[in-house]
């Protein structure tokens, strides 16, 4: 079986780390809610779009510090890796953020990875890890790898134009917010009852 993983939202966790990083810099009060869309709505309404724009390249490029795995991916990758089947992480990530400090956010995407101890023998490998700059070639990658399996926090990217049809299609719904864009997806909240949906 060849799995594929999307990284943010998916491996990568964010809850927290916007609000945690946006009071660091002082662009909002810290007893502003905690969720990303609490800290976007605050600057955008305040005028203030494009810092949030550079919030997120600083996150991605130099705050990866602050992000966390989901509970259960780790054992998922492992037990997955680990019998055999091939694990690939497939993400749509800018090389460089739009605004702010040039960081290279493939590159501390994948020190993630490697600091979470997610590359190694029975895990992960640099070779079967992409971030593609584009939605649509994130799914021409996952097309091109024949993929038996797919899991994105994305309905979007799941019922693109492109998406094979002969790979498995998995919505990991971790606020369970995704029901009424799930169409014809499986759905799952968390890593436990994916792997048991998909490893036994």
Known sequence: MRIGIDFDNTIAN????FHAAAVERGLIPAD???????????????????????????????????????PGVA?????AAGSGREVFVVSHKTRTPLLG???DMHAAARDFLQSQKLFGPGLLTQERTFFEPTK???????????????????????????FPQTTRRILF?????????????????????????LLG
């Open 32 to 70: 502003l809610g905690t969720a990303k869309n609490d800290v976007r709505n605050y600057l955008n309404a305040s005028g203030r779009k494009d810092e949030f724009t550079e919030l997120q390249g600083h996150v991605y490029g130099a705050r990866m510090d602050l992000v966390s795995l989901y």
């Open 173 to 197: 719904d971790p606020q369970d917010a995704l029901a009424a864009r799930a169409g014809g997806l499986e759905r799952y909240l968390d890593w436990s009852s994916l792997h048991r949906a």
């Open 136 to 162: 649509e070639e994130k799914v021409a990658r996952v097309a091109s790898l024949e993929l038996d399996v797919f899991i994105d926090d994305l309905p979007e990217i799941l019922t693109m134009a492109g």
């Open 101 to 103: 400090q040039p960081y």
């Open 14 to 17: 964010y809850e927290g780390v």
């Open 75 to 79: 054992e998922f990758i492992a037990a």
